[in-house]
């Protein structure tokens, strides 16, 4: 039989590097494993956190392969051993080339190793027993991706949609349209009381930002 949720996963913002990144850790009560979602530059304070409360981490998920969210993947894989990377498989490229994930924009050279899981929409992801879908929300880029947990009504959002903003798509590799219609037909379809952790800024909910978000009310 399948296993159903029975305590709502931890969710737990860790703020990196010269972006102010937000990289998530992803627990559950009482239980060691734990999800790294992104994982930016500087990531000292994120290791640091997860050990010190106890945590294993069992897979790295990215919402998507700009250079700030992923910048510490090595450091992090170096910590804590070897751990599943996975990443929508519209930017399994963009881990390998620097062109694609921004970093020569800045004059850096930002890789990771390549990714073991190639993940597509509306994918389930188990940590324990609670189930996470994968929504594909590209226009910031091509395969970014939510992670949304429906009992909780909680969702990692990545820099799709922020809090009073939305992503940006003035990337060679973003696209407009697209990213509103992620916004539109992704996000605001999920519950008000759905809360959103964006990948800069503070959190938010989907109803806040259905009716104050300048960008979706213009």
């Not at 956190?49 to 450091?75: F, M, S």
């Not at 390549?114 to 996470?132: F, R, T, V, Y």
Request: charged fraction near 20%; charge should be negative.
């Amino acid at each position: 039989m399948p296993q159903i949720d029975t305590t709502d996963p931890i969710v737990k913002s860790c703020t990196l590097g010269p972006w102010e990144t937000n990289c998530y850790v992803v627990s559950l009560p009482g239980r060691p494993e734990c999800w790294i979602v992104d994982a930016g530059f500087d990531p000292d304070p994120l290791i640091g956190w997860v050990r010190r409360a106890g945590l294993r981490p069992v897979r790295i998920i990215l919402t998507h392969a700009h250079l700030d969210h992923i910048a510490g993947v090595r450091e992090v894989l170096a910590q804590f051993g070897p751990i599943p990377l996975a990443i929508h498989e519209a930017e399994a490229d963009f881990l390998l080339d620097p062109d694609l994930n921004l970093s020569t924009f800045v004059e850096m050279n930002v890789t990771t190793p390549p990714a073991d899981e190639l993940l597509k929409d509306g994918q389930m992801l188990a940590l324990g027993e609670s189930q996470w879908r994968v929504l594909h929300t590209p226009g910031h880029s091509p395969g970014g991706i939510t992670l949304h947990h429906a009992p909780s009504k909680q969702a990692i959002v990545g820099d799709t949609l922020f809090a009073g903003s939305i992503g940006r798509y003035d990337f060679p590799t973003s696209d407009g349209q697209a990213l509103m219609r992620s916004i539109r037909e992704r996000l605001l379809t999920l519950p008000d009381e759905t809360r959103i952790y964006p990948g800069h800024g503070p959190e938010s909910t989907i109803g806040r930002e259905r009716r104050t978000n300048p960008f979706l009310n213009a």
